[in-house]
């Protein structure tokens, strides 16, 4: 599983709060991503960081941020969360060690927004 | 924009069978091409890839077929298994801009006895 942790594995909340969901990894990969699962959609990248304090947009950025302020840790944060970001949210990380872009994924996170 | 399209949505294949799944990508700046397997309630977990320098890559059961020229690639599950129940997503990325991934809509495949 290559070390990722992601917290809580299950949130429910209401519209208009703010949501802040957290990955954590031991083995110091540079690489790291917030992706969001729906039903015929796939997985989409929300952001992505490749670095401490280095982040940039994925495909479905709207209406969420990201900070990295420690190597280990990638937060995804909904500053107002809407029914629309009910969904199961995976974290992931590259394998640093390989030239391919394998990527390895947490357990997930399944959030509610009633 | 979907840039890898994959199919079928769901699949039914009896135990013994082959499994084939299909993607198309439209990006020629892919140059990987990753197969991931889904159990419910878990995460994906990397299955097999292959680079486009190669037209074919096997690991025990599991085979991609890749054609550069038509801009498509299939994982073929031989022997087929109930234990191989689950929801499979091709992807595919390019180098730079943080080596993004991006996914098909998946294919939910049951193995029937």
């Known amino acids: 599983d290559a070390g990722i942790t992601q917290s809580p594995r299950h949130k429910v909340t209401e519209t208009g709060t703010p949501v802040t969901l957290r990955c954590h990894q031991t083995?110091?990969?540079?690489?790291m991503y917030w992706y969001r699962q729906d039903p015929g959609h796939g997985l989409r990248l929300i952001h992505y960081?490749?670095?401490?304090?280095?982040?940039d947009k994925g495909e479905v950025s709207d209406g969420y941020s990201v900070s990295r302020s420690k190597t280990e840790d990638f937060l995804l944060t909904l500053e107002s969360a809407t029914s629309s970001q009910t969904s199961v949210y995976f974290c992931?990380?590259?394998?640093?060690?390989?030239?391919?872009?394998?990527?390895?994924f947490g357990p997930g996170t399944r959030l509610t927004v009633l | 924009q979907q840039q890898v399209k994959q199919s079928p949505q769901s699949l039914i294949v009896q135990k013994g069978g082959i499994s084939i799944i299909n993607c198309a990508y439209e990006n020629t700046a892919f140059d990987y091409f990753p197969w991931y397997q889904q159990f419910p309630g878990k995460g994906p977990a990397l299955l097999i890839a292959i680079r486009p320098d190669v037209s074919e890559k096997k690991e025990g059961r599991f085979t991609i077929s890749f054609n550069k020229s038509a801009k498509q690639f299939s994982l073929h599950i031989m022997d087929s298994q109930p234990g191989d129940s689950a929801t499979y997503f091709c992807?595919?990325?390019?180098?730079?801009?943080?080596?993004?991934?991006?996914f098909g809509t998946g294919t939910q495949l049951k193995v029937e006895l």
């Open positions: 960081s490749y670095g401490v304090k280095d982040t």
């Open positions: 992931a990380i590259r394998l640093a060690r390989s030239s391919y872009n394998e990527q390895f």
């Open positions: 083995e110091n990969h540079r690489y």
């Open positions: 992807a595919a990325s390019g180098t730079g801009g943080g080596n993004k991934l991006t």
